[in-house]
């Protein structure tokens, strides 16, 4: 009876995780807005002027173009957000040859403070979005977690109404 009821709590596990498993290094609605992609010798001027800006901005600091170019893809397609890449710029642009339809949200700066101001400022006023667009992306926002939980709770439910009936008839 005990294994049943471990193995029970190990499928509802199971299927909450693959919800929450992707995408806990990419910046949600409630996060930044623009995505700062910078090495060591770039990342703190960068957050500096964002901030001196007050532009809601998260910057990540990266060892390799490898790793640019596998998170670029997770940063785009949330298409909430923008990127700006102060670093690793031939990585950035070759991206954006690959997928031009993301040139729009992504921009490509040298490490000037000057240029980073100029960029930021410019991927800030493209920033907002259409009264449709809004509407549609805090109807998702709600939607998904809403569907997910409830489909969770009806399986939970499941499985403890049948446990249950079965432990009665025992």
Known sequence: MKF??????ILILAMVSPIFAHGVHIATES???IVIIA????????KKVADEMGIN?????????AQVNHELGHFVFDYNNKVLAVAY?????????????????VMVSAGSEEDIKNALM??????????????????????IPFFSGLL?????????????????NN
Request: with cysteine.
């Open 57 to 65: 901005a998260q910057v990540y600091k990266f060892t390799s173009a």
């Open 122 to 143: 410019e991927l800030n006023g493209n920033s907002t979005p259409s009264e449709e667009e809004s509407t549609t992306s805090s109807e998702n926002g709600f939607l």
């Open 31 to 33: 996060d930044a807005d």
């Open 89 to 105: 710029q031939e990585t950035v642009e070759e991206f954006i040859a690959n997928n031009p339809d993301t040139s729009s949200q």
């Open 152 to 168: 969770v709770g009806l399986i939970a439910g499941m499985g403890l109404g049948v446990f249950l009936v079965k432990r009665k």
């Open 39 to 46: 090495d060591e010798s770039t990342g703190a001027l960068a």
């Open 4 to 9: 049943k009821a471990l193995g029970l709590c």
